[in-house]
């Protein structure tokens, strides 16, 4: 393989089968078989992001997709860098990043993926869910606690949530992924998997830098301190909802550079396999613009056209 980077070699990688079972000590936070350095890397994501722009504007003028993109991590995998540096070259007025959190009053007296409904990407448009309809069985896995503030019908106590309820959950979502994958709607998740190691020096970047602190909650040391758990809810999430309509990627997120280049780089060859071209122009159409062509072309100019 060259130092370029295939880009079929990434999606391979770090792609999660249906139903396989996954066990996050086996999967890479730091690829230490890199095929690129991180100068190499820079130039590839520069070119990518040129790549995203353009399939952009062919998925905004064939108006037949949509594209919602999944980030899911750990407190300082890098998720928020992701989005700044892979969609950059995204136009915004395309594009709409939703970043959920804890459910409103509103929000809850609803099914929990209301609210993931109605800010979903229309027809041309990408969606970028930073945080998602996953926290319901992320979060809530490991607070079941949470799972009382729904007032579901037979959920009275936490002792009601049991594996039966999380099997329920997880076909909900695969089946909500289905019916937005039959309508139209690419669906790319991403876990950017962090070692325990270099989240706490994140975190303690966080604490020493005053241009950082605000990223800071104490809350983070006590969700780090259920690391055990999380992992235990992220496999189980990962086995059950990785699907051939909406499957998962586990990308190592040591490396902030490479997490971006191999995101972008899965993004761009996906949307490939779409082959968007411009809608074809029917015959009144081509007419309209040979006539405008004409009348464009024999205006005469004066001086002062320049400044009207």
């Known amino acids: 393989m060259s130092n370029s980077g295939s880009i079929s070699y990434y999606a391979d990688k770090y792609k999660v089968e249906a139903g396989s079972e996954i066990r996050l000590k086996e999967w890479l936070t730091d690829d230490k078989d890199k095929t690129l350095n991180k100068d190499e890397g820079e130039d590839m994501l520069k070119k990518d992001v040129l790549k995203l722009s353009e399939i952009q504007e062919k998925l905004y003028a064939s108006n037949r997709y949509s594209v919602l993109i999944v980030f899911q991590a750990l407190d300082a995998a890098g998720k928020d860098s992701v989005v700044k540096h892979v969609m950059s070259g995204l136009n915004p007025q395309g594009v709409n990043v939703t970043s959920f959190k804890t459910p409103t009053h509103q929000e809850l007296e609803h099914d929990f993926l209301w609210r993931h409904y109605i800010v ?3 027809r041309g448009m990408f969606g ?3 945080r998602s309809h996953y926290e319901n069985v992320l979060v809530t896995r490991v607070h079941p606690e949470y799972i009382l503030n729904e007032n579901l019908p037979e959920i009275k106590t936490t002792k009601d949530i049991d594996n039966i309820f999380w099997e329920k959950r997880f076909k909900q979502i695969n089946h909500f992924e289905k019916t937005l994958n039959d309508n139209g709607t690419v669906i790319l998740k991403f876990f950017l998997h962090v070692s ?5 020096k994140r975190l303690l970047e966080r604490i020493n830098d005053p241009s950082k602190n605000w990223k800071f909650s104490i809350g983070d040391l ?5 690391w055990k758990d999380y992992r235990k809810a992220f496999e189980d999430m990962l086995k059950n909802t990785s699907t051939s309509q909406a499957p998962w990627f586990v990308v190592p997120a040591d490396d902030k550079w490479f997490t971006r280049i191999v995101i972008a780089n899965i993004i761009v060859n996906e949307l490939g396999k779409l082959d968007l071209s411009f809608p074809p122009l029917a ?9 405008a062509k004409k009348i464009l072309t024999g205006e005469s100019e004066s001086p002062g056209d320049s400044n009207e």
């Open 120 to 122: 979903l990407p229309a």
């Open 128 to 130: 970028i869910f930073n």
């Open 196 to 200: 325990k190691k270099v989240q706490k």
């Open 222 to 226: 006590k969700e780090r301190s259920l």
């Open 283 to 291: 015959d009144q159409q081509k007419k309209d613009l040979e006539e």
